[in-house]
Nanobody, 119 residues
Framework: QVQLVESGGGSVQAGGSLRLSCAASGYTNLYCMGWFRQAPGKERERVASIGPYGDSYYTDSVRGRFTVSRDNGKNILYLQMNSLKPEDTAMYYC??????????????WGQGTQVTVSS
């Protein structure tokens, strides 16, 4: 069983930075892991994902500003967010697939961490 715990959310002004972390218990080294977000009244969207060998994916709105990375030795997933915009405000969730593939379903989810960006 995999459990995921996010941290690092908070409130920042536009243009600022935050780094989210997701600590995983259980074996995730061969799984794809990703970050999703959901703003009030909007559907959940995948922000970024990273395969077990470092192949990464970003949604267009964050490419060039966000960087996803993972430390398999420590079982931690990161999301470095720079040049934050008010439209990045959302609850951010960490998720893990049960396969190396990043474009299928995600089986495990964290509780979320709030990111609020003010203008």
């Amino acid at each position: 069983q995999v459990q995921l715990v996010e941290s690092g959310g908070g409130s920042v002004q536009a243009g600022g930075s935050l780094r989210l972390s997701c600590a995983a218990s259980g074996y995730t080294n061969l799984y794809c892991m990703g970050w999703f977000r959901q703003a009030p009244g909007k559907e959940r969207e995948r922000v970024a994902s990273i395969g077990p060998y470092g192949d990464s994916y970003y949604t267009d709105s964050v490419r060039g500003r966000f960087t996803v990375s993972r430390d398999n030795g420590k079982n931690i997933l990161y999301l470095q967010m720079n040049s934050l915009k008010p439209e990045d405000t959302a609850m951010y969730y960490c998720a893990a697939a049960s396969t190396p593939r990043c474009f299928g379903g995600y089986s495990y989810w964290g509780q979320g961490t709030q990111v609020t960006v003010s203008s």
